[in-house]
């Protein structure tokens, strides 16, 4: 998750998986008005909404899966992953995670913030899941890509979109200004030249000569791997792979 705070309002991107208190750990150091995006409806990124006891914004297109991914179920497989780890909160944070309500999600309306000297446009990113975003933070240069672009970047679950698609969300981001980014899964800003490459390197060449690469815990998905720049990995689905082939042209 990333705090953005300017002179009149704070924007909260994303939430975390919510095991501990989350609000009153924002309120501790900053109490300007919070606006709350998720950047996609998968766990990691919206359960932390149950602590803040208010609306979250999030694209529509990812409202059929929020119900899915805040579930009592889901958040009893974080707990036991915590307590495995040895990361759990106390017993009574613990049932109050698992039946506290989840807050509503209202859509995504505003495609530009202003919390006051600091303007955050949202980018319209389909791919992990078809209501993904970014955001583009205009005075920092900074861009916030959440899953859209990882150490590891996926794309295999069942909502993701075609590995088309996301090519093609992830090619218009060049034309933006920016000169570092963030994303959900690397503690470590990187830089413009390290995302161009990625993308440039999303050829159909490279797509096709992906292979076969086992992720522990999702077996049942035909993941192949392939590496747009070097130790950059790109998994996916080799179901959502369908390259574009164009007919030959009659004279030929």
């Known amino acids: 998750m990333t705090l953005l705070v300017g002179t009149q309002r704070a924007l909260l991107f994303d939430t975390g998986y919510g095991l501990w208190d989350l609000k009153g750990f924002l309120q501790s150091f900053c109490p300007k008005p919070l606006t709350v995006l998720l950047s996609h409806a998968h766990p990691d990124h919206v359960l932390g909404a149950l602590r803040l006891g208010e609306s979250v914004s999030l694209h529509e297109a990812d409202f059929p899966y929020l119900g899915r991914y805040s579930s009592q179920c889901m958040r009893q497989m974080n707990l036991d992953a915590a307590r495995a780890k040895g990361l759990a909160p106390d017993s009574w944070a613990c049932e109050h995670y698992l ?42 240069e900074l861009l916030l890509l959440a899953d859209s672009w ?56 490279v797509l096709e000569g992906a292979l076969p690469y086992r992720v522990p815990g999702h077996e049942c998905f035909p993941t192949r791997c392939c590496e747009p720049v070097p130790q950059s990995p790109f998994i996916f689905d080799a179901a959502k792979w369908k390259p574009v082939r164009l007919k030959p042209h009659p004279g030929t």
Request: some cysteine; hydrophobic content about 40%; aromatic content about 8%.
């Open 99 to 140: 039946h506290a309500p989840m807050p509503g999600a209202v859509p995504l309306a505003a495609q530009r913030f202003d919390l006051g000297g600091l303007h955050v446009r949202v980018l319209p990113l389909p791919g992990h899941t078809p209501g993904s975003i970014g955001l583009l933070v205009e005075e920092r």
């Open 150 to 205: 990882n150490p590891q970047t996926w794309l295999f679950f069942p909502e993701c979109c075609p590995v088309e698609r996301y090519r093609q969300s992830m090619r218009a981001l060049t034309g933006l200004t920016y000169k570092q980014v963030l994303v959900s899964h690397d503690p470590f800003p990187r830089g413009e030249a390290a995302l161009r490459g990625f993308i440039d390197g999303l050829t159909d060449q």
